[in-house]
């Protein structure tokens, strides 16, 4: 049988709390403060609940409870307050303390049996709850200090440290040829076609992560064959149309192999996410030869990749309080954006007009 403690320096108040729930709990009673602290110290890991009343002589029910919350007590053990109190503002003090629940006196035997009852039942199962989280969290860890020393073993292979030159070099030819592209423009029609430039290579940790997820043993032909963004830039434009421009002359280039688009403009995900996507092998070209690698370019505006960086914190923080109002407010923003993308374009379009 669970444990309860009653504390009530009223003989009688505990003499009743004990006749109405004898029958289905183990009942413990302490006449004030201090001996509840003595009695919680002795047998803190099997107390189901405590059964406070708010005063007493010596220790009232509010030091009690603040004690019980410096010594992380009221993490695992719900206190009910048995009091005739009826003020607001105690309750209030209460609940801000952390108590869980309320029984008036005079005692009602079914109000008392129910409330108990199910305060446990709540507790019960939100330390559950606690301690799934925790057993997850703690895999979580061991699994990231496996990612650590297979990203470690990574490092040390001679064929993967090329592998990931020859992704840098992508990177560099892809820049080149953008870069070019962007003077011609500016001679030839007077403005850029592009923003800026963002490169990154993806980090050895995250390519074992991304391969085990896909359920690939971690080598270096599989990173080659089965991942296609190790090498990854995104392309800041000004304007929608310049992104079509600028991909279609790209990709138009003899050497280049588009194997893969994702129009996520034209058909954005439900989040509301839009950008282009181009999956591209890239030639690099060796001191003994050329090699195909794989490169994947992100083409957004400048409106576009505003939002997907509020929208990626907003993804990856656990703790984002009315997470959904957040996203049905992000997927607003994005149709606004939407919306004032092509405005600024119709806009650049009549600047741009002859007389």
Same mark, same amino acid.
């Given at each position: ?23 289905? /709990?183990? &009942? ?34 509010? =030091? ?37 629940? %309320?029984?008036?006196?005079? %005692? @009602? ?27 997850? +969290? +703690? ?45 011609? %423009?500016?001679? !030839? ?20 992560? !991304? ?19 190790? #090498? ?22 003899? @050497? ?8 996520? &403009? ?25 090699? /195909? ?23 990856? !923080? ?5 997470? +959904?109002?957040? #996203? ?7 149709? =606004? ?8 374009? @119709?806009?650049?379009?009549?600047? @741009?007009?002859?007389?």
């Amino acid at each position: 049988m669970q444990r309860i403690l009653v504390v009530d320096d009223a003989e009688i108040n505990r003499d009743l709390l004990c006749t109405i729930l004898e029958d289905e /709990y183990t &009942i413990e009673t302490a006449e004030n403060g201090k001996q509840a602290l003595n009695r919680l110290r002795a047998h803190e890991k099997d107390t189901a609940a405590v059964l406070l009343d708010l005063q007493m002589p010596e220790m009232d029910g509010f =030091t009690v409870i603040t004690e019980m919350k410096k010594n992380s007590y009221l993490e695992r053990i719900p206190v009910l307050i048995i009091s005739s109190e009826h003020s607001a503002e105690v309750e209030n003090r209460c609940l801000e303390l952390g108590v869980s629940d %309320f029984i008036h006196k005079p %005692f @009602d035997s079914s109000i008392v049996r129910n409330r108990v009852k199910n305060t446990i039942e709540l507790f019960e199962r939100k330390n559950e709850l606690g301690r799934k989280v925790e057993e997850q +969290e +703690e895999a979580l860890r061991q699994r990231d200090k496996i990612i650590q020393i297979q990203a470690g073993k990574l490092k040390e292979i001679k064929a993967f440290n090329r592998l990931m030159m020859e992704y840098r070099f992508a990177i560099m030819e892809v820049e080149t040829r953008l870069k070019v592209l962007n003077e011609e %423009f500016s001679h !030839k029609f007077k403005r850029n076609p592009f923003e800026s430039i963002k490169s990154r290579l993806k980090s050895p940790e995250s390519i074992y992560e !991304k391969l085990e997820r896909k359920g690939y043993p971690v080598t270096v032909e599989n990173i080659r064959e089965h991942l296609t963004d190790i #090498a990854g830039l995104r392309v800041i434009c000004s304007f929608p149309d310049d992104i079509y421009h600028l991909a279609n002359l790209f990709t138009r280039q003899g @050497d280049i192999v588009l194997l893969k688009k994702k129009d996520y &403009i034209k058909c954005p995900k439900e989040s509301g996410y839009r950008s282009l996507h181009l999956i591209l092998s890239i030639p690099v070209f060796l001191s003994s030869e050329i090699k /195909y690698v794989k490169a994947e370019i992100q083409f957004r505006t400048i409106a576009m990749d505003f939002w997907a960086s509020l929208e990626h914190k907003m993804r990856y !923080k656990k703790d984002v309080d009315n997470a +959904e109002e957040v #996203a049905a407010q992000l997927r607003e923003c994005a149709a =606004t954006i939407e919306m004032l993308d092509h405005q600024m374009q @119709d806009i650049r379009d009549k600047i @741009d007009t002859p007389d």
